[in-house]
Antibody, heavy 121, light 106 residues
Framework: EVQLVESGGGLLQPGTSLRLACSAS????????MHWVRRAPGKGLEWVAG????????GYADSVKGRFTVSRDNAKTSVFLQLNSLRTEDTAFYYC??????????????WGQGTLVTVSS | DIHMTQSPSSLSASVGDRVTITCQAS??????LTWYQQKPGKAPNLLIF???TLETGVPSRFSGDGFGTDFTFTISSLQPEDVGTYFC?????????FGPGTKVEI
């Protein structure tokens, strides 16, 4: 059974930083691209970032480019999202998501339960 | 960026009804479209990819159609467990973008 378990969410002040982690199991992690998708309260889904199986290709939403960094450790079957210069509009549930391909294909076939990031002064 | 729109934004139907949601892309995305269902308090779940291919394990009452810029998603016979919000998403190019969602109620 595929499991994606996010951690690291919390209450932060604007301008601060946070690192989210996602631990994966139940599939051959090194064979698939991984992504982060968020949903702000009362709003829709927004793709945030993605990383290919070998970390050579990454992609970001315009809203987070230059502030967020996605990375992965295949030996630890984990993917990470470094969130810097946090803004109130970054408040959302952040989902760790598995792609059904090794590169940034964009079909999200498995989702974690999400971790809540709240940015407020 | 490719902008996705959906209609209606919400709908209420009876058990057994046929329900149809439309999704439109701001430019040609071929058949690079998925549909997800998100139930309250749960993570989204992939239902359809390549515009019309049903994900393994998804009930056959769900279907999708379309190509280019115009797409439809249909529930042939609405069931109580289908309550939730449905999102379309394009994966023709980065950044991947979602429609605003359609809330389905009984």
């Amino acid at each position: 059974e595929v499991q994606l378990v996010e951690s690291g969410g919390g209450l932060l002040q604007p301008g601060t930083s946070l690192r989210l982690a996602c631990s994966a199991s139940g599939f051959k992690f090194e064979d698939y691209a991984m992504h982060w998708v968020r949903r702000a309260p009362g709003k829709g889904l927004e793709w945030v970032a993605g990383i290919s199986w070998n970390s050579l290709s990454t992609g970001y939403a315009d809203s987070v480019k230059g502030r967020f960094t996605v990375s992965r450790d295949n030996a630890k079957t984990s993917v990470f999202l470094q969130l810097n210069s946090l803004r109130t509009e970054d408040t959302a549930f952040y989902y760790c998501v598995k792609d059904n391909n090794d590169y940034l294909w964009g079909v999200f076939d498995q989702w974690g339960q999400g971790t809540l990031v709240t940015v407020s002064s | 960026d490719i902008h996705m729109t959906q209609s209606p934004s919400s709908l209420s139907a009876s058990v057994g009804d046929r329900v149809t949601i439309t999704c439109q892309a701001s430019q040609d995305i071929s058949n690079s479209l998925t549909w997800y269902q998100q139930k309250p308090g749960k993570a989204p779940n992939l239902l359809i990819f390549d515009a019309s291919t049903l994900e393994t394990g998804v009930p056959s009452r769900f279907s999708g159609d379309g190509f280019g810029t115009d797409f439809t998603f249909t529930i042939s016979s609405l069931q109580p467990e289908d309550v939730g919000t449905y999102f379309c998403q394009q994966y023709d190019r980065v950044p991947f973008t979602f429609g605003p969602g359609t809330k389905v109620e009984i």
